[in-house]
């Protein structure tokens, strides 16, 4: 797919501490909209398996800083088959677009595999991706990414903010659907990732609260992949 013909959108993202994040999730929780896809605690878990090349290039061009990247995974959400996303967060300059395809089950396992026999004659354009990456790159799974998301929507520019917490990396699992693969924090410290999504402009009110209840928390170029990858490349900075 053209890289001008990708919606892009920008995306902020910061660590925080929980103090910051019990004071802006209560401010936010008053004047935005709850993300319909959560439960009574505004919540709801994240299971992606992403995947890289035989050289790892996905992990080393985030880390080079490389300014026009793909990512490829596969997302399903509170442990459950019941939705499964094939997905591509493409990353231009300083914007982001994602690609995301509903897939059934048995695809998904036959990608896991590593198998992409069929998706060159599919319609989706995201899939026919997938098979030239697999083909020509060697695309495989390479890490089980955890997390618990709580998000907050606004129409304005279709503003998304969520707090991630409870980032755990599957180390060397693959095992999509199993929700007791062991799994440890990357992080040595309580953080969690604030994330803030808009198309053109945010809207100055919700700039002026991020602002004020995120003093001292810088912006940061932050990769849950690269994170949940780091103990197989020590001594890399995610």
Known sequence: MAMNTLPLRHELKYFINERQYFVLSGVLDGILNRDPNGDEYNEYHIRSLYFDTVFNNAFYDKMNGVQNRDKYRIRIYNFSDK???????????????KRSITIPKLLCEQLMAGDPTGLETTRSGLLNDVYREM?????????????????????????RITFDKQLRTGLWSKDLFNPYVPTIPPFNEN?????VKYNKSLPSYIRDILNTYCQGACASAISKYTWCRRFEFPGEEA
Do not use: F
Not at 83 to 97: N, Q, R
């Open 191 to 195: 953080l969690m990732i604030l994330e």
């Open 135 to 159: 083909t020509v790159n060697l695309l495989r799974p390479a890490v089980l990414v955890d997390y618990v998301r709580e998000a907050y929507l606004h129409p304005a520019e279709e503003v």
């Open 83 to 97: 939705i499964i996303k094939m997905e591509c967060k493409t990353k231009v300059g300083s914007l982001i677009s």
